[in-house]
């Protein structure tokens, strides 16, 4: 699955929310298990409480709860939906992490941060305890951005080196 924005756009939220919102209605029709993960919540309920925004009053649900079941629900039956959900529970980070690859538009950048977020849901292990999930996946993204920026420097500088000779 390859980033459909730039995490350094102005409308980064918004194509976010659009792509999530069509992504729903794929999932309805070939999922039944939503409201196994959250029985009192909606999508757009979800939504609200992952952007900090108020949901509805009869929703009682906490941000890191929502976040621990959407890991909880990608670890057992991963699916386009919740992956997109965890890019915007995490977007805050996501887009730090960008911007310390630089300022500029460019998608390769996006992409290996897109990248790294996704070998990092990727590796989360079966055993790992439920109140540490969260942590975790910080923790494996941080790494694994560190890991791939690094390696595509060394390639940037061998193939600058390689064009001058």
């Given at each position: 699955?390859?980033?459909l924005?730039?995490f350094?756009?102005?409308?980064?939220t918004?194509?976010l929310?659009?792509t999530?919102?069509?992504?729903?209605?794929?999932?309805?029709s070939?999922?039944?298990?939503?409201h196994?993960?959250?029985p009192f919540?909606?999508l757009?309920?979800?939504?609200r409480?992952l952007?900090?925004?108020?949901?509805?009053?009869?929703?009682?649900?906490?941000r890191?709860d929502?976040?621990?079941?959407l890991l909880?629900?990608?670890?057992?039956?991963?699916?386009r939906?919740?992956t997109?959900?965890?890019?915007q529970?995490f977007?805050?980070?996501l887009v730090?992490r960008?911007?310390g690859l630089?300022e500029?538009?460019?998608?390769q950048?996006?992409?290996?941060?897109?990248a790294a977020f996704?070998?990092?849901?990727g590796?989360v292990r079966y055993?790992?305890p439920?109140?540490t999930?969260?942590r975790?996946?910080a923790?494996?993204?941080?790494?694994?951005?560190t890991?791939?920026?690094?390696?595509?420097?060394?390639?940037?500088?061998?193939?600058?080196?390689?064009?001058k000779?």
């Amino acid at each position: 699955m390859t980033p459909l924005f730039s995490f350094l756009h102005s409308g980064c939220t918004q194509v976010l929310n659009a792509t999530i919102a069509q992504e729903r209605i794929t999932y309805a029709s070939q999922r039944i298990d939503f409201h196994t993960y959250f029985p009192f919540a909606t999508l757009p309920d979800i939504q609200r409480i992952l952007r900090n925004e108020k949901p509805r009053d009869d929703v009682r649900e906490k941000r890191q709860d929502i976040v621990l079941s959407l890991l909880r629900a990608h670890r057992r039956n991963p699916h386009r939906l919740w992956t997109l959900l965890l890019v915007q529970a995490f977007e805050p980070t996501l887009v730090l992490r960008r911007r310390g690859l630089g300022e500029d538009e460019d998608l390769q950048n996006d992409q290996l941060v897109f990248a790294a977020f996704l070998k990092a849901l990727g590796s989360v292990r079966y055993d790992t305890p439920v109140r540490t999930l969260h942590r975790w996946v910080a923790c494996a993204f941080a790494r694994e951005i560190t890991r791939q920026a690094r390696l595509a420097a060394r390639e940037h500088s061998s193939s600058t080196f390689s064009s001058k000779g």
